[in-house]
């Protein structure tokens, strides 16, 4: 009788395991060949075929040297790097207002107006090379330019290295971060450090998760209807063979007038100041499109506030076609797609001078 019993519990217990526990193990699997995101997404067992489309979604990156990146950071917002101790290259490139200063050109040293619309400093790593211009080849060669420019944070590189070396916690911040790095030889702070660490804190400003990067993932809702139809004109009409890849944009030099000579601005002649070779004459580093929305106004000469006059000015100009306003507002819809989760930075302290930092000066 207790043998009857004992079997009978036991086929029992193995009908609950295969009632009970296999389904969940059966529903888990079909679950990892779905996935899940706002407004669901495609399965996740077969090649997405948004993965062949010319715009790619931001990567997202963790694997940076923190201590690098957290001086970088300091001197991204030290105001002494100017002559006046007034001016940041956060100045210039406001992470609070999309990497941008919105202004038609930046206020720099004894409010000197600069030549040309300031470019965001987000995602800028995705640059083919930096500045319209391109003469600076990547962020730490263009990091030294703005602080020895008479225009802009109107000092030198000798002064401004003593200012960060007459700071003994600057010193031991750059011994900590270069002192195993050929550039750290004689345990004095160069220039060289100062824009590496800066550039590699900027490497760090990007802005993943948009909508649309969520869309090319696969979450089918993350757009709309007359989004989607806006970045379908954006490729038909051809605005993505100069802006596509990471950046949407940022990848190439094109001449500004391709279709129509562009007249609003004749002075301003791009590529060719680094070249001085007459073909470059009006060719300038495509920009970026991410995040547009927040960065007004627009162009190298900022002659326009409004996205949509933006899109526009394109069309005549580069593609040398009219757009009807059902069109035009719907490729500003996909364009605000494109704004993605904005760096979020923890305000620096920075250490106070000494009786031998040179003091600012504002002549």
Not at 199 to 213: G, H, I, K, V, Y
Request: charged share 20%; with cysteine; aromatic share 10%.
């Amino acid at each position: 009788m207790k043998i009857i019993k004992f079997t009978a519990i036991c086929s029992l217990s193995i009908i609950i395991v295969i009632n009970v526990v296999m389904p969940q193990f059966t529903t888990a699997a079909d679950e990892s060949k779905i996935g899940y995101g706002r407004g669901g997404r495609m399965s996740g067992s077969s090649k997405s075929s948004r993965s062949d489309e010319p715009i790619k979604p931001i990567p997202i990156n963790f694997d940076y040297d923190r201590a690098k990146v957290e001086l970088g950071k300091k001197l991204f917002f030290e105001p002494r790097l100017s002559k006046s101790g007034w001016i940041t290259c956060n100045s210039c490139h406001n992470l609070s207002t999309g990497g941008a200063d919105n202004l038609p050109t930046s206020i720099g040293h004894k409010w000197f107006f600069g030549p040309i619309n300031s470019p965001t400093v987000l995602n800028s790593k995705f640059n083919l090379a930096q500045f319209w211009d391109g003469r600076a080849k990547d962020l730490k060669e263009q990091a030294g330019g703005p602080i020895a420019n008479p225009l802009e944070m109107g000092s030198n590189h000798e002064l401004a290295v003593s200012v960060l070396q007459s700071i003994p916690q600057y010193v031991k911040w750059f011994n900590e971060v270069y002192a195993s790095k050929e550039m750290y030889t004689d345990e004095k702070i160069h220039i060289d450090q100062v824009t590496d660490a800066i550039a590699a804190f900027e490497e760090t400003l990007t802005t993943p998760n948009s909508r649309f990067d969520q869309w090319l993932n696969g979450y089918d809702k993350s757009i709309t209807k007359s989004e989607l139809e806006g970045y379908t004109l954006f490729k038909e009409k051809g605005c993505i063979s100069c802006h596509n890849g990471v950046g949407v944009g940022g990848n190439s030099y094109q001449k500004f007038g391709v279709a129509k000579p562009y007249d609003k601005d004749t002075d301003t002649l791009g590529r060719y100041n680094v070249t001085n070779d007459d073909k470059d004459r009006y060719f300038f580093k495509v920009p970026l499109l991410r995040n547009i929305e927040l960065t007004a106004p627009y162009f190298h000469d900022a002659s326009t506030w409004d996205l949509s006059e933006a899109v526009n000015i394109m069309a005549e100009y580069q593609l040398g076609t009219t757009l009807t306003d059902g069109e035009t507002k719907k490729i500003v819809a996909f364009l605000r797609t494109l704004t993605g989760d904005q760096p979020s930075i923890t305000f620096p302290i920075i250490p106070p001078s000494t009786s031998t930092t040179p003091e600012p000066n504002r002549n």
